[in-house]
């Protein structure tokens, strides 16, 4: 039986998971490159309801390990997909989080906007079917319930 061995992701590439804020003029800096025509950002945010029912905040929790694996997945995955993508960034936030907050930024830096576009929609498709992370949704009447960010897939599509 063959070993996988863990992947690597490329120096230019940046991946993490945070408790710290996200900043938006970091990840574009990161995925920004002289050879770029394009750069798509994709911003995740905690939004106030779900369903209609009111939510005063998110809290997540990931399998570290596990989901920077993901992440190196998802960046090898598009680098074979789309080929002149220059550049990859995936950063998600843990812990809780307020109404507004940024929870997941994905930028591809690539020479043509609809590969960037189409490498971006990939990235956070894949990250939010594959990776090891949960939220909690912190309901305005005091309950609260788990949920893999995968479960959320419906919803958003």
């Not at 989080?97 to 994905?106: C, D, F, T």
């Not at 909690?136 to 319930?145: I, L, P, R, V, Y």
Request: hydrophobic residues 40%; glycine residues 6%; charged residues 20%.
């Amino acid at each position: 039986m063959k070993t996988k061995l863990p992947i690597k992701p490329k120096v230019e590439d940046s991946f993490g998971i945070f408790f710290a804020p996200l900043s938006l003029e970091e990840v574009y800096n990161q995925a920004n490159n002289p050879a770029n025509g394009a750069v798509v950002l994709m911003s995740g945010m905690v939004r106030n309801q779900t369903d209609g029912k009111p939510v005063v905040a998110l809290e997540y929790q990931a399998y570290e390990p596990m989901a920077l694996q993901v992440f190196y997945q998802i960046a090898a995955d598009i680098r074979c997909q789309w080929s002149d993508v220059n550049r990859i960034v995936i950063y998600h936030r843990i812990g809780r989080l307020k109404i507004g907050e940024i929870s997941v930024l994905v930028a591809v830096g690539c020479p043509h906007r609809g590969e960037a576009f189409a490498a971006c929609q990939y990235a956070i498709d894949t990250l939010k079917h594959n990776a090891p992370i949960w939220k909690k949704e912190h309901w305005q009447d005091g309950s609260n319930s788990w949920v893999s960010i995968g479960a959320c897939e419906q919803e958003e599509s």
